[in-house]
């Protein structure tokens, strides 16, 4: 069982930056790590996601704006998230898929206890 622990939540006016980090371990394998949030009556989305062998993909609503990276050495995935808006306002979680091949990521099916992001107008 992967373990994840995210971290770098907080409150930030709009157009500010913070940057989140997930830390995982206890697992082998290759994986593929993501970020995904959910805002208050809303539904769970994808926000950004990486794979083992490098491959990112985006939300169109973050894109230019939010960075997902990985430390392989730290086990860790980050994501900069840069002109903060207020409708990213959300509870964030980083999760695990297994990965396949060097572009497919399977069903996110690890989750880790999110972080809270706030950013005020």
């Known amino acids: 069982q992967v373990r994840l622990v995210e971290s770098g939540g907080g409150s930030v006016q709009a157009g500010g930056s913070l940057r989140l980090s997930c830390a995982a371990s206890g697992y082998t394998g290759i994986l593929c790590m993501g970020w995904f949030r959910q805002a208050p009556g809303k539904e769970r989305e994808r926000v950004a996601d990486?794979?083992?062998?490098?491959?990112?993909n985006y939300a169109d609503s973050v894109k230019g704006r939010f960075t997902i990276s990985k430390d392989a050495a730290k086990n860790t995935v980050y994501l900069q998230m840069n002109s903060l808006k207020p409708e990213d306002t959300a509870m964030y979680f980083c999760?695990?898929?297994?990965?396949?091949?060097?572009?497919?990521?399977?069903?996110?099916?690890?989750w880790g206890q999110g972080t809270q992001v706030t950013v005020s107008s």
């Open positions: 990486i794979h083992s062998r490098g491959r990112t």
């Open positions: 999760a695990t898929a297994e990965a396949f091949g060097s572009l497919l990521c399977g069903a996110y099916d690890n």
